[in-house]
C-alpha cells in the first residue's frame, strides 16, 4: 500500500469540503478553499489519481423508499483460518442487504450493517443468510433505534 504524502493544508480542506458537499462544483470549491478554479481541478484530479479520493455517490435516504431498518450484527465465525474468512466474506458479498463488512479484532471476527425493511426481513435474512453459511458459529444483532451523526456518504 502506498501512503499520499503531500495532503497539505489546502489538500486537506479540500478533502473535508468534498466529504460536506461531494457535489460542489470546482467553481464553488475554489472559492471555498482560496484557490483559482484551474488550480483547484488539478489539485482535485491529483487526489482522484493517487487514488485518496476513490470515488463520489448519492447519499440515499432509505426511510423514503418505505420500511427500514438498519441492525449492526456480530459475527463470531468457527474457524479462525485464511479460508474460513474467504469463505465468510464471499457469502457476505453475495448478499443485498449486507452494506458493510468489517473485519475486526476482539471476541468475534466481524462486524455487519445491515439494512433491511423491516423486522420480518430481517428475520428472514438471519435465518436463510447467515444462518446457512456453515464458517458461522455466533449472531449477534443490535437494532438501531437512531443515528444522530452519520457522516458516511
Do not use: W
Amino acid at each position: 500500500m502506498q501512503y499520499m504524502t503531500n495532503i497539505d493544508p489546502i489538500n486537506a480542506h479540500i478533502l473535508q469540503e468534498l466529504e460536506t458537499d461531494g457535489r460542489v462544483s470546482n467553481t464553488d470549491l475554489a472559492a471555498r478553499v482560496g484557490l483559482s478554479p484551474s488550480a483547484c481541478l488539478r489539485r482535485v484530479q491529483e487526489l482522484e489519481r493517487q487514488g485518496v479520493i476513490t470515488g463520489y455517490r448519492a447519499v440515499i435516504d432509505r426511510k423514503k423508499l418505505g420500511g427500514h431498518v438498519t441492525i449492526f450484527v456480530m459475527v463470531g465465525l468457527n474457524g479462525h483460518l485464511k479460508k474460513d474468512a474467504q469463505a465468510f466474506e464471499r457469502a457476505m458479498a453475495n448478499a443485498s442487504e449486507v452494506r458493510e463488512v468489517h473485519n475486526i479484532t476482539g471476541s468475534v471476527e466481524y462486524l455487519l450493517r445491515v439494512e433491511v425493511s423491516d423486522l420480518d426481513s430481517y428475520k428472514e435474512f438471519h435465518a436463510n443468510t447467515l444462518g446457512v453459511v456453515p464458517q458461522v458459529s455466533s449472531i449477534t444483532s443490535y437494532i438501531t433505534l437512531a443515528s444522530p451523526k452519520d457522516l458516511r456518504a
